[in-house]
């Protein structure tokens, strides 16, 4: 059961691990060029745990209230044009520090600086088509989970038996 802070507390047979879920979209770019596996399998790799996913298109509106905390920036529009132009991969994940992870998985935002062995430093060539979005801390993973899921729809309540060989 999550707490409100955003952190959750469970039980498996042997451990006890305190988790946090953070939000990861794969965009229009990399649903198109067909590398969900390969960003699926990253962050899996990681020893993080998928709760929720949906493949959608999002609207207008959403991808507003999504990209909110740019509105008014030059980039905006084109935000919300890119993003709205196909299909997208909404994911929650769930782990023992699952942001600071995913957004060591995902790499610098610009893909030139990003780090070979990212998601980006990898898949990725120009800043407005660098495959993968995601949170950047507990505020905004909060508030993005609950754009793109309810509670219904994230499933964390399953111990899996690689846990207690991801965290101590």
């Known amino acids: 059961m999550y707490e409100t802070n955003g952190s959750c507390i469970y039980y498996s047979e042997d451990i006890k691990v305190s988790v946090e879920r953070t939000f990861v979209a794969i965009k229009p770019d990399g649903v ?51 993003i709205t132009a196909g299909p997208i991969v909404a994911m929650v994940w769930e782990g023992k ?45 909060k508030r993005e989970i609950g754009i793109f899921f309810s509670e219904s729809e994230v499933c964390a309540e399953w111990p899996r038996a690689v846990d207690k060989w991801v965290s101590e």
Request: proline share 4%; aromatic share 6%.
């Open 32 to 82: 198109e060029r067909g590398i969900i596996g390969e960003v699926i399998k990253r962050f899996e790799s990681r020893g993080l745990k998928l709760v929720g996913m949906k493949l959608m298109k999002l609207s207008n509106e959403k991808a507003q209230e999504h990209y909110g905390e740019h509105k008014g920036k030059p980039f905006f529009d084109g935000l919300v044009s890119f």
């Open 97 to 141: 520090g699952a942001i600071a992870l995913c957004r060591s998985t995902i790499g610098a935002t610009n893909p030139a600086q990003a780090a070979p062995g990212t998601i980006r430093g990898d898949l990725a060539v120009e800043i407005g088509r660098n495959v993968v979005h995601g949170s950047d801390g507990p505020e905004s993973a």
